[in-house]
């Protein structure tokens, strides 16, 4: 696993270089305007099935989050989806208890999933392998607990329900078809996205990709491995957390399951379906995992396991790297074969 | 230009959407449950069959207009998806109606939706009194949990029973089941020894039971969600000779239908109160099991099966009452305070809570000609309302 | 003082359930440093062999439980010569994601042909009476699962110490490359103890199936109880499972007898302690 792919020296190619020719997705906002295109055309083409794309949408900001966890800090977990559930409820109450307005929201969701990630990762992240999985899915499991207990403030397992949302910016209400709804959470993806893409460019990012990728030569180099990776598990947790604040706005109600195991092992599925490290693969994953699973279901909930769990095994014997890594790799083979057709 | 394409194709596909002669209206229902995962065989397949029992009997016609019933699947308590699913319905199906939904985390996030977009769901199980209160367009047809839970203080209390201890399972219902025994048995004069209240993920139920055995009380009040809880407790119950010790078991809905076959020996004798058994001595019940055999020779009817018999009765009203059209208060409003004949007993939709109004019987768990286990009904409480109201939470 | 000894047996038995369904993958784990979240569908399988062998053959039940764990065990070899194999050594999330896969796919093959429902075990006759030992009852089917448990222990220790194959087994889970360069096929090795790891699930998932209830879902409600247990014993060490099942059993009922609304939380707490204080686990070796 130590080979430097071109795409992770990216950060030291200046752009602004004469000269030199560009990545495509190095041109500034060429990925967030794909993303952007493909969340228009969705909702161009299927008007009615807006609920469904929103939640596609949070779940995607979800599996970034966990891109940022698992791709970058090498932190292997399945119990993220704590930091998810906790920025939820955080985001459901602020709006009964405090106000209903809707960006302030997100950032309490975001603020609440970091400092749960900042609290549990200092103890976490002194711990290795098979013990920190355990780690994570016990925390994961005791949050749910004590959430569930605070049944004054959370409603336990009937839900937190009632959620309102203001209008964003007091002027664009939500409306009840789900389009603002849509249009909310798809500016909050890009944005976020965005971020994003700048965190794991930076000088940060790129350390952290080198500690994933080797840890004794860059604490060698004098990286602070867990200083490293502590920080950039709260930075998955602050993103957690607003996925969960996102979600607790467009469906207006907050369940325990969000903070399940289930949703947890659902979200790695999806980011290993799409290949971590480039989080791009969050995003194909995610959405090829939804469509599939709402398709499937319908037929034989068995069946659909069945699918899942081959893909799982498929993926993992033959496309170690995730589906976008193969597509791309068969997406060169077949462009050089073809120039080298065109030259010979 | 592209507004006008688009117009073009959904008008196309409403057309091809559309079914049936010149006409006649297509009333859609959506019906959310369990189709599949661990609820599905107490709760999902029952639905559908007593929908599909109840289309065989009458037909899929109401006037003139067709009904069709569409099916979405949710396996579990998950208010996100809930929610997600009705909005599907709603906007993209466009059903007229709702129904199902099993867990009141499902129903509460469903509410605000059917609130504002009028339109009406039946629900076929959620049973915690607050949920029919959560938007003026939520009908019952199944029960609540004091209504079920009342009757079995009262019979406790008639039986001479003087202590229990209340033991249920650390979540809504179990603590909704918990204050609606207890209230009602320390206003007859009982006394609660103590309230137990066990994890959900609880597999290992000897210690609570020796705990209770430990305290010698004259009864336990029981309550389990369906399936492994149910079956752990019950064979605990019955593997540390608490009967023997003279401690009463009484439960509401531990010995339903669905898992009354694999619980085996050790559940005959057990008292339940409960508003439907399978064993139900009435020509409507006989009708309506031969005509669910009929349909599926697997089949067993249990209280799910009969929610959902008795909400298509619903639903086939509201359209009879609004002509097929989408008129949410106008097909509230006339199935309010409608009273008819279900195959569990007498009937009603109470006219101010929309809840329904029914007999619940006391039940005892014995063996029927063939061998097999049934719940014999041997008193009834008769028009309970919901409790949980009187009561107070 | 009657309230500590009911704790204690219930404990004890609660615990040696949870023993022997995962004392096997604490073998295979450390065995083959394969993270194995599939442990469970050999447990279940176990149980649904079982219940298969007597209603389909008629046997006993004692007879048909041994039948199962072996035939669970035979199931295993292909299993790991086709699936397993290709992921030693490869990270750990690669091997969770297979596994989980396993999961997925046993729990779908289990599900289809057996419906949704929970399976009864049959007992045989003379386990289902209880035994009065004056304060309190005891059912007669939970001592025999203790005696059992003991019998696995006893039985491994005597395995792992005395046998060539023991010797083989820990050889190669202290140091594999080492164990090569001696001539022990290693490969050989991973084979056997794989069966005896699944076959041991198996067993437990039948001698459990009062408390663990037999059902399609069972790998996944179990998984975290399982590697609970074996991340907290230590990988490779089966004295280490049975003191983390006991401590854990016990540490949960004891919850539920005195404060039983946190007696969940007090399993997750108490796996947290353990694992900060040890990262390897009780008798776990630094790798």
Redesign the interface.
């Known amino acids: ?1 130590t080979t430097f792919n071109n795409e992770r020296t990216l950060g030291f190619r200046r752009a602004s270089r004469p000269g030199v020719r560009r990545n495509f997705g190095e041109l500034p906002f060429m990925p967030e305007a794909c993303v952007a295109v493909i969340g228009l055309a969705a909702m ?1 083409l299927m008007p ?5 794309l ?2 596609i949408i949070t779940s995607a900001l979800f599996v970034l989050s966990l891109d940022l966890v ?1 791709g970058y800090a090498g932190i ?1 977990t ?1 119990g993220h989806a704590a930091m998810f559930g906790v920025g939820a409820y955080a985001a459901g109450v602020y709006a009964i208890h405090v106000t209903a307005e809707p960006l302030s929201g997100l950032l309490m969701g975001g603020l609440f999933g970091g400092l749960i990630a900042l609290a549990t990762g200092a ?1 976490l992240l ?6 920190c ?3 994570t ?3 994961a ?2 949050l749910l ?2 959430l ?2 605070w049944r004054s403030l959370t ?5 937190l ?2 959620i309102m949302v203001e209008p964003i910016f007091g002027v664009i209400e939500f409306d ?3 389009r603002v709804g849509y249009l909310y959470s798809l500016a909050v993806l890009i944005l976020c996205f965005w971020i994003m893409r700048r965190l794991v460019r930076s000088p940060f990012g790129l350390t952290c990709i080198g500690i994933r990728e080797d840890r004794f030569r860059m604490t060698a180099l004098g990286a602070s491995v867990y200083k490293h990776t502590l920080l950039m598990y709260v930075a998955g947790g602050i993103f957690a957390g607003i996925a969960g604040a996102l ?1 607790a706005q467009t ?8 903070l399940g ?1 289930t949703w947890s ?1 659902e979200a ?2 999806m980011l ?1 379906l799409g290949g971590m490290g480039h989080l791009w693969g969050a995003i194909f994953g995610t959405i090829l995992f939804m469509v599939v699973h709402h398709f499937a ?2 037929i ?7 699918v ?6 498929a ?3 033959l496309f ?1 790297e995730g589906l976008v890594q193969a597509i791309r790799k068969l997406a060169v083979r077949q462009i050089a074969r073809m120039s080298k057709r065109g030259t010979s | 230009m592209k507004t006008v394409m688009r117009k073009a194709m959904v008008a196309a596909a409403a057309l091809c959407l559309s079914t049936g002669a010149v006409g006649a209206e297509v009333v859609k229902v959506g019906v959310i449950g369990p189709f599949s995962g661990p609820f599905a065989g107490a709760f999902g397949t029952p639905f559908r069959q007593g929908v599909e029992t109840y289309v065989a009997m009458h037909g899929n016609k109401v006037g003139d207009a067709e009904v069709q019933f569409i099916y979405r699947d949710i396996a579990g308590p998950d208010p996100q998806k809930a929610r997600s699913l009705a909005q599907e319905l709603v906007v993209k199906d466009k059903v007229q109606y709702l129904a199902g939904v099993v867990f009141t985390p499902n129903a509460m996030a469903i509410a605000p939706l059917s609130q504002s977009a009028k339109v009406p769901m039946v629900i076929f199980n959620a049973s915690t009194s607050v949920v029919v209160s959560k938007s003026d367009y939520f009908v019952r047809t199944s029960n609540t949990l004091p209504q079920v839970t009342v009757p079995v203080a009262k019979y406790a209390l008639d039986q001479g029973i003087k202590s229990a201890i209340t033991i249920v399972s650390d979540y809504g219902p179990g603590i909704d089941a918990e204050k609606a025994f207890s209230k009602t048995f320390e206003q007859g004069g009982g006394k609660i020894v103590d309230s137990i209240r066990m994890p959900l993920s609880t597999t290992d139920f000897g210690p609570f039971l020796q705990k209770i055995r430990a305290a010698e009380p004259e009864s336990l009040f029981a309550f389990l969600p369906f399936g492994p809880p149910t079956y752990g407790f019950v064979k605990a119950y019955n593997d540390n000779a608490l009967e023997q010790a003279g401690i009463k078991f009484l439960g509401t809905a531990e010995t339903q239908e669905s898992d009354l076959q694999a619980l085996g020996d050790g559940a005959v004798g057990l008292e339940t109160a409960y508003f439907y058994s399978g064993a139900h001595d009435s020509p409507e019940n006989k009708a309506f099991v031969d005509a669910l055999k009929k349909l599926d020779p697997n089949a067993i009817a249990n209280p799910a099966t009969v929610s959902a018999f008795d909400g298509a009765h619903v639903i086939y009203k509201m359209v009879e009452a609004t002509a097929g059209k989408a008129d949410g208060p106008k097909a509230v409003d006339a199935v309010k305070g409608m009273s008819w004949e279900s195959p569990r007993g007498p009937v009603t939709i109470d006219a101010g809570t929309r809840d329904i109004v029914q007999n619940v019987y006391m039940r005892r768990v014995e063996k029927d000609a063939d061998g097999k286990l049934v719940n014999r009904e041997f008193k009834i409480y008769e028009a309970q309302p919901d409790y949980g109201l009187t009561l107070g939470e | 003082m009657e309230l500590i000894f009911s704790i204690l047996i219930d404990g004890l038995a609660y615990g040696m359930v949870l023993f022997i369904i995962s004392v096997g993958l604490s073998i295979t784990m450390g065995l083959m440093r394969v993270v194995n979240l599939a442990h469970g569908v050999f447990a279940m399988l176990g149980g649904f062999f079982m219940v298969a062998i007597v209603s389909r053959l008629g046997l006993r039940p004692e007879l048909a439980a041994l039948l199962a764990a072996i035939g669970v065990g035979m199931l295993a070899l292909p299993m790991e010569k086709l699936l397993f194999r290709k992921v030693y050594g490869r990270s750990e999330l690669q091997q969770v994601l297979l596994t989980i896969g396993l999961v997925f796919i046993g729990i779908a093959a289990v599900g289809t042909v057996f419906g949704n429902s929970l399976l009864a075990v049959p007992l045989p006759e003379y386990l289902r009476r209880s035994v009065d030992i004056g304060f309190r009852v005891v059912p007669l089917h939970r001592l025999a699962v203790v005696a059992a448990g003991l019998v696995v222990l006893c039985g491994l220790w005597l395995l792992l110490a005395k046998t060539r194959f023991g010797i083989n087994i820990r050889a190669a889970v202290d140091k594999a490359k080492a164990a090569e360069a001696l001539g022990i096929d290693t490969s050989r090795v991973y084979q056997l103890g794989f069966m005896l790891g699944a076959a041991l699930a198996a067993l437990g998932g039948i001698l459990g199936a009062e408390l663990l209830p037999l059902e399609p879902y069972y790998p996944l409600k179990y998984l975290v109880l399982v590697l609970a247990i074996v991340a907290v014993g230590g990988m490779g060490s089966v004295f280490g499972s049975f003191i983390a099942a006991l401590v854990l059993g016990t540490v949960e009922t004891a919850a539920k007898y005195l404060m039983p609304e946190i007696a969940s939380i007090m399993f997750y707490l108490t796996m947290l302690v353990v694992l900060s204080w040890r990262p390897h686990g009780l008798f776990g070796r630094q790798l």
């Open positions: 696993m161009w009615g099935d807006l609920s469904f929103t939640r698992l292997v399945l103890v002194r711990t290795h392998g098979l013990t999985l355990m780690m899915i016990a925390i499991q005791i607990e004590v569930n207990k409603g336990g397992d009937d839900g329900s009632g009840f078809f789900g979600m469906t207006q109600v907050v369940g325990l399951s969000s195991f092992a790695l599925v290993v279901s319908a034989d909930p068995f069946k659909w396991m069945f899942i769990g081959a893909l799982l095994v993926v993992v014997l170690p």
